[in-house]
Each structure stands twice: as structure tokens, then as C-alpha cells.
């Protein structure tokens, strides 16, 4: 067990529509990052928070959004869904916002648009 | 820019045969080397890491070597067993400029070891 807790596990909503997934990282942790996993391009690293602040950007698309809250658990949230976005989204946290540092990974959240 | 590649998968092996998995990667800077391992159903899980030129990271008798000279972090393990059946990440760490940092990943290699 990571300490990491995502929800919900799954997701299953249609196109056009909006999903909430919420990350609590492992007591003690600061930074929390999110990851796009899917069969086409596999692990990809949207947003990182640190304390509150974003910190490091990936390939997040403009219809995403995420923040970290005062009690440091994060939520990540997708708009106007396309059956392009599903894919397993992982959170995951580290202790500092060092590139070095290592992450714990959450189980994911199944996200399946129809 | 910035990437990591891995030998492609799926990788088949018999109980205590010899694994390796290679991995190389392109970077600017000097980025810190991860194995990273998945086990079906679940996150990802750290294995291991290296921070500079020619340090060697091991854990659970797996082991790997960060070379400069060839870009390269391949893992290795001297004889695996069925438990070891996962998918394996290879990554990249990178600071940013705003202070942040983040992994690049390799694709993923899956292992399947049959006994």
C-alpha cells in the first residue's frame, strides 16, 4: 500500500460531459502529480502541485484542469469528455517537489467515456 | 527533447533465467534514472533509482547502472521468478525552471516469467 488514495476506482460517463477525480497523497507528502496511462501513448505526465502551487506542466489539454487543496489532496478535473480521453489517470506524491525525489503511486482511476 | 525508450515487450522468460531490459534515454541537463515496476491492477512502484553518472541502483535483486558515455540505465536481474511477472517503466527525472520537477516515462516493458 502506497498511502496514496484515489477516487472513485471507475468512471464510466459519456462525451461531453464533465468527472471529478480526487487524489489524497501519503501523510507527509507535498507534491502531488497527475498521469495520463493509456494503450496508445502511454505514461503521460500532465500537472505537478507543490504545497498548493503548480509547479511543473505537462501535456495537459486546455479542457483539464487540476488544484491542490489546503489539506494537500488533489483534485483533477476533465471537461466537454472525448472517447479520446479514456484511460487509467494516476496521482501520485512525493515528500518535495525535487525532480529526484520518489513517487507513490495511487491505484488509478478507470476513466471509460462512451 | 527529453525522452526514454525502452526494448519493446511482451518479454518471456523461464524461472531463474537471466533478465535483462534495456533502456536509453535522451536528456538535457542531468536527470536522475528510475526503474519503476507495475503489477497488475495496482500504481506503480518504485524499484529502484540512480542519481549520477556510474552510480548503481539495486533493490529485490534487481540492479541497474546509470551510463552517460551511452545514455543508458538497463535493468538486469540474475535470475527471476514467477513473482516477478509485471510491467517495468523506465523514467526520466527532470527539474524545471519553476522549481518544480517530474518523470518522463518509457513506454513499459511487460515481463512474464512461467515457472
Known amino acids: 500500500d502506497s498511502g496514496v488514495t484515489q477516487t472513485p476506482k471507475h468512471l464510466i460517463t459519456a462525451t461531453g460531459q464533465r468527472v471529478t477525480l480526487r487524489c489524497s497523497p501519503r501523510?507527509?507528502?507535498?507534491?502531488v502529480y497527475w498521469y495520463q496511462q493509456s494503450l496508445d501513448q502511454g505514461l503521460q505526465f500532465l500537472i505537478q502541485?507543490?504545497?498548493?502551487?503548480?509547479?511543473a506542466k505537462g501535456n495537459i489539454l486546455e479542457r483539464f484542469s487540476a488544484q491542490q487543496f489546503p489539506d494537500l489532496h488533489s483534485e483533477l478535473n476533465l471537461s466537454s469528455l472525448e472517447l479520446g480521453d479514456s484511460a487509467l489517470y494516476f496521482c501520485?506524491?512525493?515528500?518535495?517537489?525535487?525532480?529526484?525525489?520518489?513517487?507513490?503511486f495511487g491505484n488509478g482511476t478507470r476513466l471509460t467515456v462512451t | 527533447g527529453n525522452s526514454v525508450t525502452q526494448m519493446e515487450g511482451p518479454v518471456t522468460l523461464s524461472e531463474e533465467a537471466f533478465l535483462t531490459i534495456n533502456c536509453t534515454y535522451t536528456?538535457?541537463?542531468?536527470?536522475?534514472l528510475f526503474w519503476y515496476v507495475q503489477y497488475p491492477g495496482e500504481g506503480l512502484q518504485l524499484l529502484l533509482k540512480?542519481?549520477?553518472?556510474?552510480d548503481k541502483g539495486s533493490n529485490k535483486g534487481f540492479e541497474a547502472t546509470y551510463r552517460k558515455e551511452t545514455t543508458s540505465f538497463h535493468l538486469e536481474k540474475g535470475s527471476v521468478q514467477v513473482s516477478d511477472s509485471a510491467v517495468y517503466f523506465c523514467?526520466?527525472?527532470?527539474?524545471?525552471?519553476?522549481?518544480?520537477?517530474?518523470?518522463?516515462f518509457g513506454q513499459g516493458t511487460e515481463l512474464s516469467v512461467k515457472p
Open positions: 501520485a506524491s512525493s515528500v518535495d517537489r525535487a525532480y529526484n525525489s520518489p513517487l507513490h
Open positions: 501523510s507527509g507528502d507535498l507534491s
Open positions: 502541485y507543490y504545497n498548493g502551487e503548480e509547479r
Open positions: 536528456a538535457t541537463g542531468y536527470p536522475s
Open positions: 540512480a542519481t549520477k553518472a556510474d
Open positions: 523514467a526520466l527525472g527532470l527539474s524545471e525552471s519553476n522549481q518544480g520537477g517530474k518523470l518522463i
